[in-house]
């Protein structure tokens, strides 16, 4: 039997390993959740959502993942500590999947002496059956909780939606484009090994260029395409709900490949183009883009700051992402909607770090959400315009927005192209 300080001294050796340091948001959850069992009281999606992430009243799981990221990646946090540091603990923490309760087991000296002793190799064979077993255990709890799922999807976007109306009734098809982080090959001849690597400071060819000119001892080539940021699998799935109230289908490109150069826009003409992804992934289309009155530019840590040109009065509104706390951050989003010589449409969700690029996202692809973005223009869905760009400010952690405000909104004229 563990007794409440047997389960406290664990909960603390975890959260002071190398695994968590500068996890703070990791650290929060896992003592709730700690706190929660030795206290006996019941934890829930939406419980953790309010009392960890401090989200409103209104946070409704099943529009927002962001418990279940967290969830997913403090497992994760877990487990490899117990592949390093806690390799020989006598007391293991888990945290079942599909549970927010923890637990607590005495792990046997013979368990841990066999664990010292266990190439990688054995680990990786162990790892691969596990996830076998894993694989077709979730496959089975999937057809029995389909319907279940489906009552949960939002309800089907209005037909007539100012913003999502006449992207599916001009008769034009639709691509989905990803902003994919630029990425290049790498041999390392020291170790005689090559390596894919994503170096966020290197975004388009010029930066490549400028690298491989600096250290020209390297041997290094770009990649053809490139890597998918974290947040690309959230987005499809929102996106996906656009779709399916509106019963189009889209293609789906990366930003890498779409467009080959600034002088082959070929692939934007009599097409309608959503974006998605961070402004330094942006590549050609930073050429329609340029259109609006703003300028963008990253400061540090995955943070930046839109200005916004007032033609009008000749001033300049600034909205700067930045660090609030120990724990809570401020990024910023670009919504903009463009229109093209041929009635194409040319949507921009846009974001620095991963809650803008989630968020933005999200915002527009639910019903509710719609709404609440409307009122916020205090623009009259009716007279809502047909091209515009909106700036929003987002409270957030890590991975998840806590309150999003819309801090700028205006209209933009359509511009034809002669």
């Known amino acids: 039997m563990i007794d409440d300080s047997g389960k406290i001294a664990v909960l603390n050796k975890i959260i002071s390993s190398k695994i968590f340091s500068d996890s703070d948001q990791y650290i929060e959850l896992l003592k709730f959740l700690v706190q929660s ?12 959502g309010i009392e960890v992430f401090k989200k409103s009243k209104a946070f409704n799981p099943a529009n927002d993942p962001c418990v279940r990221i967290y969830m997913y990646r403090l497992r994760n946090k ?16 888990t945290i079942p999947k599909g549970h927010y309760d923890v637990r607590f087991q005495q792990q046997s000296l013979i368990k841990r002496k066999l664990l010292q002793r266990l190439s990688p190799l054995h680990l990786i064979i162990v790892g691969i059956i596990a996830t076998l077993i894993i694989i077709n255990i979730l496959t089975q709890i999937h057809y029995q909780s389909k319907q279940t799922t489906l009552q949960m999807i939002d309800k089907p976007i209005p037909k007539d939606d100012p913003i999502w109306s006449d992207f599916f009734s001009n008769g034009l098809p639709t691509t989905i484009v990803i902003g994919d ?34 250290f020209s001892n390297r041997l290094v080539r770009k990649e053809r395409h490139g890597g998918l940021p974290v947040n690309s699998a959230w987005n499809i799935y929102d996106i996906n709900h656009v779709l399916y109230s509106f019963n189009k289908p889209a293609d789906i490109e990366l930003s ?39 300028e963008y530019k ?25 660090k609030l706390d120990n724990q809570y951050h401020q990024d910023i989003g670009l ?73 700028y909104f205006r209209e933009f004229p359509l511009e034809r192209q002669k």
Do not use: M
């Open 37 to 48: 069992h030795i206290k006996s009281i019941p934890v829930k999606e939406y419980t953790i």
């Open 78 to 93: 877990i487990k490899s500590y117990y592949e390093s540091e806690g390799k020989t603990d006598r007391i293991i923490l």
């Open 181 to 214: 982080h630029f990425q290049f090959w790498e041999f390392d001849d020291e170790i005689q090994k090559s390596r894919i690597i994503v170096d966020y400071g290197i975004n388009d060819q010029a930066a490549f260029e400028r690298f491989s000119r600096q």
């Open 256 to 294: 890498s490949l779409f467009i080959a150069t600034q002088f082959d826009l070929k692939n934007i003409i009599d097409r309608n183009v959503i974006y998605i992804g961070g402004f330094s992934s942006l590549r050609e289309f930073s050429t329609i883009l340029a259109k609006l009155p703003i």
């Open 298 to 322: 990253y400061t540090d840590n995955f943070k930046g700051i839109i200005t916004v040109k007032e033609i009008e009065t000749d001033s300049s509104i600034i909205f700067v992402g930045k």
């Open 335 to 407: 919504i903009a909607k463009i229109g093209g010589a041929n009635n194409e449409n040319y949507l921009f969700l846009i974001g620095f770090a991963f809650p803008a690029q989630i968020e933005t996202v999200r915002l527009l692809s639910r019903s509710n959400l719609l709404s609440n973005l409307y009122a916020q223009t205090q623009v009259d869905k009716t007279l809502f315009p047909e091209h515009f760009f909106l700036i929003i400010e987002i409270r957030c952690t890590e991975f998840s927005a806590i309150e999003t405000k819309v801090k």
